[in-house]
């Protein structure tokens, strides 16, 4: 039977690559299918209804909460103005500067990128800093790239994304964090190389020019105004006491949705702004949300003792343990994570990360490993995911010419995530 459930785990790739079914969909029919492929019962026990269904749709509960805190919190950060402040005080210090510019809005991305992912962190950093960028000359593609190298750089430290792994994987929550922390520096110095790289090699191409990005800056200040300096602090609110003062994360988030209402609200004006960002939020939250729920059945099917038994001998013939080999073959394979293929860990990744966890081939913090070094590539170079959509239409080029330009960074990073996997914890 595991050939067969390795089948089906196929036809449901094929099913999201070709768009026939919604990822979430497709998720949820290949759990129900492998649950009764593996010869789950209805109910019960181990069963496709009680187990697979009804307790794997919360599984992930606390992720999904802390999603739509990230989502509140960015919803903030747009409304009082805070990002497009910080911003604009990086596009000014930069100057004609391309590179300086492209640096300080790579900044800005990674701390935006703390606090939420997906398209809202896109979008918080690039609808000023991607203009400012292509009016100092940088290559469109490299304007879009710079974004999403930033929020990569910063997605170490999301801690919706350390909630999501420590709860999928089963880790104590500073398991998680210390991994990231390893993980961090390989990311942050891709994101660099990639600007300093990537600005100088195409050199300047000016197709906008600064009159109409300052245009849209003062435009965008009227607006909102300028937000009042401590205010800025706000995305390392959360990731301040979360790391520093190990605060779990949902009290983390709050904390930071707080600290930005009260630095940049009146009184009188608390009670709609929190009301109106927090529902706003949860449109922002609602498809990953939903992927997440998917998420959570998947696991539970993949875990079921029936599935484990039929997939155990498989995954241990195919699975390398020696560590070399361990790194040439995960790296080989970082494509796989591309256009939501098999290794995407919001996909079929996960599915696969629960298996190679119960059949206990490998120990689950290197299962971390491979799956957060994945979730670096699939966040920047995926041209089907959210804010590689948004980053590379906005910028005006198409998101195969944004993965073309940042693939061989995240490549970069990928492979220290395995070395620093393969030599710490096989």
């Known amino acids: 039977m595991g050939i067969v459930i390795l089948l089906i785990m196929a036809a449901g790739v094929a099913a999201m690559l070709s768009r026939k079914l919604p990822t979430a969909f497709a998720l949820v029919l290949l759990a129900v299918v492998i649950a009764f492929v593996s010869g789950a019962p209805l109910t019960g026990d181990n069963s496709v209804l009680d187990t697979v269904l009804q307790a794997g749709a919360p599984a992930l509960a606390a992720t999904m909460i802390a999603i739509l805190l990230g989502s509140w919190l960015g919803k903030l950060l747009d409304e009082t103005g805070i990002a497009g402040t910080l911003v604009r005080k990086i596009v000014e210090f930069g100057g004609d500067r391309p590179v300086v510019v492209a640096l300080g809005v790579l900044a800005v991305s990674a701390l935006v990128g703390t606090v939420t992912g997906s398209a809202p962190a896109a979008m918080l950093a690039g609808i000023i800093g991607i203009p400012a960028m292509i009016a100092v000359g940088i290559p469109k593609a490299t304007a879009a790239g710079t974004i999403l190298m930033g929020i990569a750089a910063g997605m170490p430290f999301e801690l919706p994304v350390w909630q999501f792994f420590s709860t999928a994987l089963n880790l104590p929550l500073h398991t998680v964090r210390g991994f990231m922390i390893k993980l961090f520096p390989f990311a942050l110095l891709a994101a660099i190389l990639f600007v300093v790289i990537e600005t ?227």
């Open 200 to 426: 100088y090699r195409r050199g300047a191409e000016h197709t906008w020019t600064f009159k109409s990005v300052a245009e849209k800056q003062r435009s965008r200040r009227q607006q909102l105004g300028d937000a009042p300096w401590y205010a800025l602090f706000t995305p390392a609110v959360p990731l301040i006491l979360a790391l520093g003062f190990k605060l779990a994360i949902i009290p983390s988030l709050l904390a930071g949705v707080l600290y930005a209402l009260v630095t940049t609200t009146r009184p009188r004006e608390m009670n709609k702004r929190l009301l109106r960002t927090l529902y706003a939020g949860f449109e922002v939250a609602a498809a990953p949300i939903t992927l997440f729920v998917a998420i959570g059945i998947l696991l539970a099917a993949v875990k079921l003792p029936g599935t484990v038994s039929d997939l155990e001998p498989l995954m241990k013939d195919v699975s390398p343990h020696n560590a070399v080999a361990f790194v040439v073959v995960f790296t080989v394979l970082v494509p796989l994570c591309l256009y939501r293929g098999p290794l995407n860990v919001y996909g079929l990744g996960a599915g696969i990360a629960g298996v190679l966890i119960a059949a206990g081939i490998y120990p689950a913090i290197a299962v971390l490993g491979l799956t957060t070094s994945y979730n670096q590539v699939f966040g920047v170079a995926d041209p089907t995911s959210t804010q590689t959509v948004w980053a590379a239409q906005y910028a005006g080029v198409s998101p195969q010419q944004v993965m073309a330009r940042t693939l061989p960074y995240v490549w970069f990073v990928a492979l220290g995530g395995f070395c620093v996997t393969a030599a710490l914890y096989l």
